[in-house]
């Protein structure tokens, strides 16, 4: 459990299958092997039934996190953005602010067909479709 260091947004609900959700997150990172290909595709399917609603519903209080990461630690912008598990790209445009360059990676095709941007690449990212350094695009060149 981490410190609060940013206070949750207006709006923002206690969802409670959220608590659920995260245990099986620390369960997959702690034993990927928990990560097999029926849960891959119960997820997508999930998802996929979440994309017509999840603008309007949670569009509006996601981004608090990742604006407060990248005001206070924001990695080098050069190269490539990979943003794994893009969804409908709500997140999107403040990762286009920093890096002119985005692949967005997402197992749901039903989420990122709502707002076509950038690259987007369905995939499982347990395997990302990259090869190695793809990310430092521009530190090859
Ligand atoms: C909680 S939603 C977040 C979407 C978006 N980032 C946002 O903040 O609105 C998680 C997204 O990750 C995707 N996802 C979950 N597991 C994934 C995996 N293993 N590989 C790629 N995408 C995944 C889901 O399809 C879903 O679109």
Redesign the pocket.
């Known amino acids: 459990m981490l410190p609060r260091v940013v206070e949750a947004p207006e709006g923002k609900p206690v969802r409670p299958e959220a608590a659920d959700n995260q245990r099986l997150m620390a369960e997959i990172l702690d034993d990927t092997s928990c990560?097999t290909p029926e849960l891959?595709k119960f997820?997508?399917e999930?998802?996929d039934a979440m994309a017509e609603n999840?603008v309007d519903e949670?569009?509006g209080y996601?981004?608090a996190p990742?604006v407060d990461a990248l005001d206070r630690g924001c990695p080098s912008s050069s190269g490539r953005c990979l943003?794994?598990?893009?969804?409908?790209?709500?997140?999107t445009p403040y990762l286009q602010e920093r890096w002119g360059d985005i692949v967005c990676?997402?197992?749901?095709m039903e989420?990122?067909s709502r707002r076509r941007m950038g690259s987007q690449v369905q995939?499982?990212?347990?395997r990302l479709p990259f090869s190695r350094g793809f990310v430092r695009r521009d530190r090859h060149r």
Not at 105 to 108: A, C, F, I, Q, T
């Open positions: 990560w891959a997820t997508t999930v998802f999840w949670r569009g996601r981004a990742l943003e794994i598990g893009s969804g409908t790209g709500v997140l990676v997402d197992l749901s989420m990122m995939a499982d990212a347990s």
